[in-house]
């Protein structure tokens, strides 16, 4: 499958990249109340094109902040990846994102890359994006 151009998911402003190997979901700024929906139709969007095969990565570098309204659009993401297997990835979080992350006990619930992923690769350069 070809690589698709990045979108805007719904128009909301949050990036969908669609590649062989992964699904990257690049979101900006602060992600509150206000913006949660947008990441969550984002990550939407994401999972119709992602697979066990193809998981999705959270470019988490451009975030500023993000509450736990955004915490909950990647929870809700995440179970729903679970029931098609596939695996949300976090890459490159911000330390107030990590630290939500800690506080929350949600940090073992995603692996986390420490990079940003690159187009047409996907996270910490693992073949199928899973963990081995």
Do not use: K, W, Y
């Not at 969908?16 to 992600?31: L, N």
């Not at 107030?96 to 992923?117: C, I, M, N």
Request: charged fraction near 20%; charge should be negative; proline fraction near 11%.
């Amino acid at each position: 499958m070809a690589e698709q151009p990045p979108r805007e998911a719904g128009g909301n402003g949050i990036a969908v990249e669609v590649q062989d190997r992964a699904v990257t979901v690049r979101p900006a700024g602060e992600i509150d109340i206000e913006t949660a929906p947008a990441l969550q139709l984002a990550l939407i969007e994401a999972l119709t094109h992602a697979s066990p095969t193809r998981p999705v990565a959270v470019d988490c570098s451009l975030l500023t902040f993000c509450d736990s309204s955004g915490l909950n659009a990647l929870l809700t993401a995440r179970r729903a990846a679970q029931e098609t297997g596939t695996v949300i990835r976090l890459a490159a979080p911000n330390p107030q994102l990590q630290r939500l992350l800690e506080v929350t006990g949600a940090l073992s619930l995603f692996p986390v890359e420490q990079d940003p992923p690159t187009v047409g690769r996907p996270p910490g350069g693992i073949p199928d994006g899973l963990p081995h």
